[in-house]
């Protein structure tokens, strides 16, 4: 019985839902006032498939609220306030930000009456402008939000006085076509990132890392990289209620080892190391080429790690071959501001004087130092703490460094990855978490030299006893954040002459234990980091890449067996082309027969071998489910005939029946083949 009522269900799906995507701001405005002008705020139901049903109507928005806030209903969850043509509040939803902003950005504050600034957002080409919706002030229409690890509040208007340039829509949760969510394979962490809310833009990714042990395979939602859940309802439940009891690793919070490393860290190659990986990717005439040296150089003279340092000029400077690099030698995009990013950036004699000064003047003595205003923690972070909370609009410029890091260490099989013992501060404090010359001892700093923001990381370099802190006699050896002098004083100015230099091995200062968690597993370590690098062996010139690494580059998406994220009618030899990236040899075969022309079919293998590495994949074309390369009607009928469960499809081209990637066949899929037969391109990526 439970089979029939399965179908059932999925029948009427079938017959009253003609589209999955949202009804936009504009068609609810259109759709004007359904309630009259003596009750003119509307209690309805966002249904799934885009529309709207009333389910009340009140004279104020007082009295829809508390009617949304204790209904019984079962469509309780997603039910949505309308007044004046506009969504104003809903149960459960998440909002589109960053709509018509003159500054290309939008601020986020600690309270809703706009004090304190925490940081900005925006939304571009390498990221989402989706975030959770917590809380609704109804007489400023300004929100409170949850995304990229931070909470704060967001104006409606970016000019409230004249209500203009508004900076967000309020999408309820059934009608999110497109949240950003993550991916976990058998062997990495992939962060999605949808343009919007719409599916009407396309969508980025970021491969963060690793798998982490915490995570089983598959599909996530998450605002805070650290929590994971299945599903947006149960996110949002967890959220409003500040915890994260529902998450699925509610006891062990996932920490991307790149973005909390400190940059008062040494990576383990040298500058020959640095050479060979830029020079298999870009060409001489990069400002990148030959850098090694300076990256090295500057990381052992000012205690900043020199792969962290290249990781964001290869994200700033686009490998080396920006405008702002090639003619200003900037690598950093220093003072590019996002309105005039051109004009405004900063130009260097050389590019090593450009490392120079973004090492010293920028990072030891900037956003590494605890007293100036940039400050947030010596790590890349997020928008919640770390680098990225005044670095860059990006919500995931860190993320994207770590991923470019990754990227480069795996070039080396990951001899950096959990090199050093790192532990994050476990909650938020004001005057308790101070650094100390010795456990117990005499402070670094009355003043700046604290912990005070929850994930704020450190490097620990050993495990010592000390004064009982919170129970425990245990205090952590760590590098210090500062530069500091030869008696461990803090150092406020940057102004010298020759330039301070980091001491590495008479830099490190001692913290209670006690407010940490250690974030990683370390098999080796516990000493102060040496002047190394230990000379890797370079990858030989045919080099044994990752296929997923091959993959990955080309733009498509790898799991072991299977390739996929490839458009509709990419060309074969385009394909190949993309995928002989590492001097990798590649073939195609269909039917057990090579080609080499024509277009790619879901069910076409392909071969790929680099070195001693050598894998072949099966093509998955998402919507190509009879595997002819198209997506036509023929596919429309083998997706409902499977979901009827008259003819069940196997294999791949199962894998392409699954047009939304959510790890199911439903009528979202369904409905998203005959939209796009239909015309409407953007529905399947």
């Not at 920006?322 to 900037?330: D, F, L, T």
């Not at 007293?371 to 972070?381: I, T």
């Not at 004083?489 to 230099?501: A, F, L, T, V």
Request: charged content about 20%.
């Amino acid at each position: 019985m439970k089979k029939v009522r399965w179908i059932f269900l999925l029948l009427v799906c079938f017959l009253f839902s003609d589209s999955v995507q949202a009804m936009s701001p504009n068609e609810v405005k259109v759709r004007g006032n359904v309630c009259g002008e003596e009750k003119p705020v509307e209690l309805a139901v966002a249904n799934f498939n885009g529309t709207l049903t009333t389910h009340g109507c009140y004279k104020t928005y007082k009295e829809a609220k508390e009617a949304m806030t204790t209904s019984k209903d079962i469509n309780a969850e997603y039910l949505v306030i309308i007044e004046n043509g506009m969504i104003v509040d809903a149960q459960n939803a998440l909002i589109d930000y960053d709509q018509l902003s003159n500054l290309k950005y939008t601020e986020v504050y600690q309270e809703k009456n706009l004090n304190n600034r925490i940081t900005y957002i925006a939304s571009t080409t390498s990221t989402s402008d989706d975030a959770a919706l917590l809380e609704v002030d109804y007489a400023t229409k300004r929100i409170k939000i949850k995304v990229s690890d931070t909470v704060g509040w967001i104006r409606k208007y970016e000019v409230e006085s004249s209500q203009t340039n508004i900076l967000y829509d309020i999408v309820p949760i059934t009608w999110a076509a497109s949240p950003s969510y993550y991916k976990v394979t058998d062997t990495e962490i992939i962060h999605y990132l949808p343009g919007n809310l719409y599916n009407t833009k396309s969508t980025s990714q970021i491969t963060l890392g690793p798998k982490p042990e915490q995570l089983p395979v598959g599909t996530y939602y998450s605002y805070d990289g650290h929590y994971f859940y299945k599903d947006l309802l149960t996110l949002l439940k967890d959220y409003k209620n500040n915890t994260y009891q529902s998450s699925v690793n509610a006891n062990d919070p996932y920490y991307n080892y790149y973005m909390y490393l400190s940059f008062r860290s040494k990576t383990t190659y040298n500058a020959d190391n640095i050479n060979q990986y830029i020079k298999s990717r870009t060409s001489s005439s990069s400002k990148l080429y030959q850098t090694g040296e300076s990256f090295i150089n500057y990381q052992n003279k000012y205690g900043v790690n020199a792969a962290l340092m290249l990781a964001i000029g290869i994200n700033e400077s686009g490998w080396g071959n920006s405008p702002i690099a090639q003619k200003k030698n900037n690598l950093f995009g220093l003072n590019a501001v996002d309105a005039t990013p051109g004009e405004s950036a900063d130009y260097f004699k050389s590019v090593d004087d450009c490392i120079d000064d973004y090492a010293y003047t920028w990072l030891a003595y900037g956003y590494l130092q605890p007293g100036d205003y940039r400050f947030e923690g010596a790590n890349l972070g997020n928008k919640g703490q770390g680098l990225n909370v005044h670095y860059a609009s990006d919500l995931y410029w860190g993320e994207i460094a770590a991923s470019i890091y990754y990227e480069f260490d795996k070039y080396y099989q990951l001899q950096d990855y959990n090199a050093y013992q790192l532990a994050v501060l476990k909650e938020d404090q004001n005057g308790k978490v101070y650094a100390y010359k010795t456990p117990g001892g005499e402070k670094v700093s009355n003043s700046f030299y604290q912990y005070k923001t929850k994930n704020s990381a450190i490097l620990i370099l050993e495990e010592v006893t000390g004064p009982k802190v919170n129970g425990s006699t245990t205090w952590y050896k760590i590098m210090s954040d500062p530069t500091l002098d030869s008696n461990l004083n803090y150092i406020g100015s940057s102004k010298s002459d020759p330039r301070i230099e980091y001491k590495w091995e008479q830099t490190a200062v001692y913290v209670p234990a006690s407010y940490f968690q250690k974030i990683n597993s370390v098999e080796t370590g516990g000493e102060e980091p040496e002047d190394k690098p230990t000379d890797p062996p370079k990858p030989p010139e045919n080099e044994d890449v990752a296929i997923s690494t091959i993959v990955s580059e080309a733009s498509y998406y790898y799991e072991p067996g299977k390739i996929s994220d490839i458009a509709v009618g990419t060309k074969v030899e385009d394909a190949i082309s993309k995928l002989s990236n590492h001097g990798a040899t590649v073939t195609i075969a269909r039917k057990d027969q090579t080609i080499t022309s024509g277009v790619l079919q879901t069910g076409d293998k392909v071969t790929i071998q680099s070195g001693n590495n050598k894998e072949t994949l099966e093509v998955i074309i998402y919507g190509d489910v009879d595997g002819d390369g198209t997506i036509s009607a023929v596919d429309y009928v083998l997706v409902k005939n499977h979901i009827m469960g008259t003819n069940a499809l196997s294999g791949v081209y199962q894998n392409a029946a699954n047009v939304d990637k959510d790890n199911s066949i439903s009528a979202v899929d369904y409905v998203n083949i005959k939209n796009y037969i239909m015309g409407n391109n953007s529905v399947i990526k």
